[in-house]
């Protein structure tokens, strides 16, 4: 018997072990598998910056699509095109009178991918009504007509022939097809919200225009009668009600040239509708640091009449007063908000300690005023026409040569600057998050235009071993900081202007960059 037992419970223990290895298996995958319908946006690490809004856009996020209609281009018989006379509009961008021979039009879709189907324009008014290429009217009627697009060749234009000054069309919406009946309670695209829903943080820079925005007074916002998005920018009431949605934290870059009253406005009614629980990140501007922004160079000149020193040198004298006006808007917030307010102060990454310390952050205590140190830590190839590595020697490159060198000298150099940032938010007791973050590919100074370098890096962002990247960037991110980074950016077609999206259309629901921010998401909860 016990010569049994000697062999048998060896193999009963064996079996067991064995079992129990399969469990834990069935387990882990039944987690993995589950972990999207558990996850939150709280549970993220991860933000997103969204394509800007325009006529080219690839990603489709509203299901009124005239939302992304260009300015309107005045368009007179017998004249060169785009040179008709001024047009009159109102105070929403509608147009309220043509003159003889003249018309007026703009263009929607022209990034592609959007459906194909049949379209339902809608307006106010009295007038005509006309599309352009690559669509069909299949009827119409008073306020209502059914068109046929087909997008995927550079979309179309919609012409407006003649309007009543007396009741002139107004209120345009064409809308996708199947959505007429519920895009007055749903503007967003539910593939664009399935999308994003478990991301933390909607940075709306580029929804917001940001970059050399004009805005200055209140009356100067975006509103949601407004005849486009593309002008101004979306609207405050339409971002919050995104976030609100989704669930997730809102981040706003208030206008460099925005007054007090603007930015108390903006206060109150982001505390108005964005609910309580979800949080507000309030920067100053986008990259006040970088000359090649107008807010660069109108922190300059402000330094200089507010006479900010050093003089000679001007660009330390622009990081200074970004530093003063940050900390004014910041007051200016905190009359409103409480502990949902996060206010950031956003800095080149590569800037180096002395920067982000001496000349911004313990510029007047800046940092007795502010909650976060926000970077953009990029892993580079700036690939210029000259240089060491210029754009002669790259574009010779094989994809595989240009993702080693990523691996063993642009990560490297990311995590250098990330080490470098944290040891300043450490010193001031800042949380150190991400205002932008991703691969950064792209020629400049003339590079752009080497088609060989743009095709080598547009081949690179697609290669699966782009994923792997991507993981061992975050990774490197989440040992240094851990806190929130934001990907720049979500869709975008590809081009010599850089390959930003992590997708590049609507239709696309999978690349090695998305499978891998998505996989690391889930598998990196806070």
């Given at each position: 018997?016990?010569?049994?037992?000697?062999?048998?419970?060896?193999?009963?223990?064996?079996?067991?072990?064995?079992?129990?290895?399969?469990?834990?298996?069935?387990?882990?995958?039944?987690?993995?598998?589950?972990?999207?319908?558990?996850?939150?946006?709280?549970?993220?690490?991860?933000?997103?910056?969204?394509?800007?809004?325009?006529?080219?856009?690839?990603?489709?996020?509203?299901?009124?699509?005239?939302?992304?209609?260009?300015?309107?281009?005045?368009?007179?018989?017998?004249?060169?095109?785009?040179?008709?006379?001024?047009?009159?509009?109102?105070?929403?961008?509608?147009?309220?009178?043509?003159?003889?021979?003249?018309?007026?039009?703009?263009?929607?879709?022209?990034?592609?991918?959007?459906?194909?189907?049949?379209?339902?324009?809608?307006?106010?008014?009295?007038?005509?009504?006309?599309?352009?290429?690559?669509?069909?009217?299949?009827?119409?009627?008073?306020?209502?007509?059914?068109?046929?697009?087909?997008?995927?060749?550079?979309?179309?234009?919609?012409?407006?022939?003649?309007?009543?000054?007396?009741?002139?069309?107004?209120?345009?919406?064409?809308?996708?097809?199947?959505?007429?009946?519920?895009?007055?309670?749903?503007?967003?695209?539910?593939?664009?919200?399935?999308?994003?829903?478990?991301?933390?943080?909607?940075?709306?820079?580029?929804?917001?225009?940001?970059?050399?925005?004009?805005?200055?007074?209140?009356?100067?916002?975006?509103?949601?009668?407004?005849?486009?998005?593309?002008?101004?920018?979306?609207?405050?009431?339409?971002?919050?009600?995104?976030?609100?949605?989704?669930?997730?934290?809102?981040?706003?870059?208030?206008?460099?040239?925005?007054?007090?009253?603007?930015?108390?406005?903006?206060?109150?009614?982001?505390?108005?509708?964005?609910?309580?629980?979800?949080?507000?990140?309030?920067?100053?501007?986008?990259?006040?640091?970088?000359?090649?922004?107008?807010?660069?160079?109108?922190?300059?000149?402000?330094?200089?009449?507010?006479?900010?020193?050093?003089?000679?040198?001007?660009?330390?004298?622009?990081?200074?007063?970004?530093?003063?006006?940050?900390?004014?808007?910041?007051?200016?917030?905190?009359?409103?908000?409480?502990?949902?307010?996060?206010?950031?102060?956003?800095?080149?990454?590569?800037?180096?300690?002395?920067?982000?310390?001496?000349?911004?952050?313990?510029?007047?205590?800046?940092?007795?005023?502010?909650?976060?140190?926000?970077?953009?830590?990029?892993?580079?190839?700036?690939v210029s026409p000259k240089g060491k590595l210029n754009a002669d020697i790259v574009s010779g490159w094989t994809v595989e040569q240009v993702l080693e060198y990523a691996r063993t000298n642009s990560i490297p150099e990311a995590v250098g600057w990330m080490k470098t940032q944290k040891k300043v938010s450490d010193k001031y007791g800042l949380r150190l998050i991400c205002y932008e973050a991703g691969q950064h590919f792209v020629g400049v100074g003339g590079a752009e235009n080497n088609e060989a370098l743009?095709?080598?890096?547009?081949?690179?962002?697609?290669?699966?071993?782009?994923?792997?990247?991507?993981?061992?960037?975050?990774?490197?991110?989440?040992?240094?900081?851990?806190?929130?980074?934001?990907?720049?950016?979500?869709?975008?077609a590809y081009s010599k202007w850089g390959s930003w999206g992590l997708l590049e259309n609507a239709t696309q629901t999978s690349s090695p960059k998305y499978d891998a921010v998505i996989k690391w998401m889930y598998e990196n909860p806070r």
């Open positions: 018997m016990k010569k049994i037992n000697l062999i048998v419970q060896p193999i009963i223990s064996g079996l067991c072990c064995f079992i129990l290895f399969l469990l834990a298996i069935w387990n882990c995958s039944l987690f993995a598998a589950e972990s999207p319908a558990r996850f939150t946006p709280q549970n993220s690490r991860l933000g997103i910056n969204f394509a800007g809004p325009a006529d080219w856009n690839t990603e489709h996020p509203f299901v009124d699509v005239f939302r992304l209609s260009r300015k309107w281009i005045s368009q007179k018989k017998g004249m060169q095109w785009g040179k008709g006379p001024e047009l009159v509009r109102d105070e929403n961008g509608w147009i309220k009178s043509l003159e003889p021979d003249c018309w007026a039009e703009t263009p929607i879709l022209t990034g592609g991918y959007a459906p194909v189907g049949d379209y339902v324009c809608l307006y106010n008014g009295e007038g005509e009504i006309e599309f352009g290429a690559n669509s069909k009217i299949i009827s119409r009627s008073p306020g209502r007509i059914v068109v046929n697009i087909n997008p995927v060749k550079n979309g179309t234009f919609l012409r407006l022939l003649k309007t009543n000054p007396n009741n002139y069309i107004k209120n345009i919406r064409v809308i996708m097809p199947g959505f007429e009946a519920t895009y007055k309670t749903n503007p967003f695209n539910p593939d664009f919200l399935k999308r994003w829903k478990n991301f933390n943080t909607i940075r709306f820079m580029d929804w917001m225009l940001t970059n050399g925005s004009e805005q200055k007074s209140w009356k100067d916002r975006p509103t949601t009668n407004y005849c486009n998005y593309t002008e101004h920018g979306v609207p405050i009431e339409v971002m919050a009600d995104l976030c609100n949605r989704l669930g997730v934290d809102a981040w706003f870059c208030i206008p460099h040239l925005a007054d007090d009253d603007y930015i108390h406005q903006f206060a109150i009614l982001v505390k108005k509708l964005l609910k309580p629980e979800l949080k507000a990140y309030i920067e100053y501007s986008n990259e006040v640091w970088n000359s090649g922004f107008k807010q660069n160079h109108y922190a300059q000149q402000k330094a200089k009449e507010l006479q900010i020193p050093p003089s000679e040198r001007p660009w330390e004298g622009a990081g200074k007063f970004y530093a003063k006006r940050s900390v004014e808007i910041f007051k200016i917030w905190e009359d409103v908000f409480s502990k949902q307010l996060v206010r950031v102060i956003a800095w080149q990454a590569a800037s180096g300690e002395y920067w982000t310390d001496k000349i911004v952050l313990s510029y007047n205590d800046t940092y007795k005023n502010c909650d976060a140190l926000a970077i953009a830590p990029y892993f580079t190839m700036n743009t095709k080598l890096f547009i081949s690179a962002n697609n290669h699966p071993k782009m994923g792997d990247l991507y993981k061992i960037y975050l990774n490197s991110w989440k040992d240094i900081s851990g806190d929130l980074i934001c990907i720049f950016s979500s869709v975008g």
